[in-house]
């Protein structure tokens, strides 16, 4: 059987990580829902949280979001910092990107030390009354938040015992028909928040940048956090602030951490010009 070789990146944004598949260096499948949970396996793929593919056709670039388990994610923050890094190629300070939830406008820096640093103006928060969830004994209070994809948001301490996320999120996921992000936030003080976030299709993630921006949003209102805050990950901190119209705009690192080229058997290409894939035969090898 013939293969294609694909070439790569592999990235992260405050740990959250993803291969990134990018239309200027090759063709891409329109549907990666059965090629995404063999990549991200962490023991027999490449290993990811996701996969991020940059669509070129259009006026502006677009990124797509694919879980781990197959699912089209309509939003993912850390993947634009992501995106807008390998677009700064480019040599802009700020670019606009298509996502499934709307156009994105994302400026981008560098630290003193060369660190890059983006942030991802996400738009406004669409809150709804919180509801109830029953666990067991347990009964939690979660409040709804759409930062263009369905967020959860519990105030419990995310690093308590029993562990909330591994013992609620997968549960508390399925609490609305769409599924949801899982957010269980501590407030340390009112610009410091803890959090960890269960991801639907990938479980526990190192951070979400949407789900960080959820956490800030549902908070807000009730006058216990400031509108910028430190938010505190498992794999690093994101800035979240808190404009006078009410958008929310995340700021955090993102990071290319190699490169590399997938071998994938032709079949699972047809939906792209297998004609200007370079192709390799088994007996080239």
């Known amino acids: 059987m013939t293969r294609a070789r694909i070439p790569f990146l592999k990235a992260q944004g405050a740990g959250n990580d993803f291969v990134v598949l990018d239309e200027g260096l090759t063709p891409v499948p329109t549907d990666l829902s059965s090629m995404a949970p063999i990549w991200c396996c962490r023991r027999t793929g490449i290993g990811a949280d996701g996969i991020l593919v940059i669509r070129r056709g259009g006026s502006l670039p677009a990124m797509e979001c694919w879980n781990a388990d197959g699912s089209r994610a309509e ?21 606009s990107i298509e996502t499934d ?34 666990i067991g004994h347990t009964t939690l209070q979660a409040i709804p938040v759409n930062m263009g994809n369905p967020h959860l948001v519990v105030a419990i301490d995310p690093e308590g015992t029993p562990d909330p996320v591994q013992c609620y999120g997968p549960t508390v996921e399925l609490a609305i028909a769409q599924r949801a992000n899982v957010g269980f936030v501590r407030i340390d003080a009112p610009n410091r928040l803890v959090l960890r976030v269960w991801e639907r299709g990938c479980g526990e993630t190192l951070a979400c940048g949407t789900g960080a921006a959820a956490a800030v949003a549902a908070l807000h209102p009730s006058g216990a956090i400031a509108d910028e805050v430190e938010v505190q990950m498992r794999g690093g901190v994101l800035q ?33 010009q297998m004609d200007i894939l370079p192709i390799e035969s088994p007996k080239s090898r």
């Open 101 to 134: 939830a709307g156009v994105v406008r994302v400026q981008q820096r560098r630290r003193d030390d060369g660190e890059f640093i983006a942030e991802a103006s996400l738009g406004i928060p669409l809150l709804e009354e919180p509801i109830t969830v029953s």
């Open 75 to 95: 939003a993912c923050g850390n993947g634009l910092r992501i995106v807008a890094l390998i677009l700064s190629g480019e040599k802009v300070s700020e670019v």
């Open 240 to 272: 979240v602030r808190l404009d006078q119209n009410g958008g929310v705009h995340v700021e955090g690192p993102a990071k290319v951490c190699f490169e590399g080229e997938m071998l994938v058997d032709q079949e699972h290409l047809r939906p792209v």
